[in-house]
């Protein structure tokens, strides 16, 4: 089973911030924070992944908070092309450090 | 593009047929797995292979079968499907399977069991 929690959905306007909040609270000290996303009939792709500190790419910004218990995706400035389930995703020796998906958060952008 | 092809991109079987399932990575990679998205439950790992070797399988039925030639080709064998089984079947390929490796996956095939 996943061990993170997200919410079913959010809504943003485009070329505003969004904050995806992910809720981790049995995270172990190995455990690594992975964010994939996948886009309307697409396979999922990834987006960034963390341990401790802040980690940016040219996607997004990951934030983890200083207990690991809770992380948020931090999308700068998102276009339509920005609508996709997010998924927040524990790798952890458990599960040999495969993905085990949950449901997601569905991101809607407003134009 | 992500460097991970897949064909068919749609399939149509009975429950009688047999048909196979081919993915193909053009990243160099040592990984390969096979997942299953059913409407409205998340991703399943069915299968990985790590330089070609099955290292995991979870419990997927018989009436699914996995083969993998070398580490550039994955194949699922398909036969006497039910329709349950009617979903969008993913490939997925990474350098490695540790925890940091990035998983890279192809578009998938939407496959329908009648």
């Known amino acids: 089973d996943a061990k993170t929690t997200q919410p079913n959905s959010m809504e943003s306007n485009e070329e505003e911030p969004v904050h995806l909040p992910c809720n981790h609270s049995t995270i172990s000290g190995t455990d690594y924070i992975h964010w994939y996303r996948q886009l309307p009939s697409q396979g999922p792709e990834y987006v960034i992944h963390?341990?401790?500190?802040?980690v940016n790419n040219r996607m997004a910004s990951l934030a983890i908070a200083e207990d690991r218990k809770s992380s948020t995706l931090i999308l700068h400035r998102a276009t339509l092309r920005d609508a996709a389930v997010y998924y927040c995703?524990?790798?952890?020796?458990?599960?040999?450090?495969?993905?085990?998906w949950g449901a997601g958060t569905k991101l809607i952008i407003k134009p | 593009e992500t460097g991970v092809t897949q064909t068919p991109r749609h399939l149509v079987m009975g429950m009688t047929n047999k048909k196979s399932l081919k993915c193909e990575q053009h990243l160099g990679h040592n990984a390969m797995y096979w997942y299953k998205q059913s409407a409205k439950k998340p991703l399943e790992l069915m299968f990985v292979?790590?330089?070609?070797?099955?290292?995991e399988n979870n419990s997927v039925p018989s009436r699914f079968s996995p083969e993998c030639p070398n580490s550039s080709h994955l194949f699922l064998h398909l036969h006497t499907l039910q329709p349950e089984d009617s979903a969008l079947y993913l490939c997925a390929s990474s350098q490695g399977s540790s925890r940091v490796e990035t998983q890279y996956f192809g578009p998938g095939t939407r496959l329908l069991v009648l």
């Open positions: 963390g341990l401790t500190s802040n």
């Open positions: 292979y790590s330089l070609e070797e099955r290292v």
């Open positions: 995703i524990l790798r952890d020796v458990n599960s040999n450090y495969q993905l085990i």
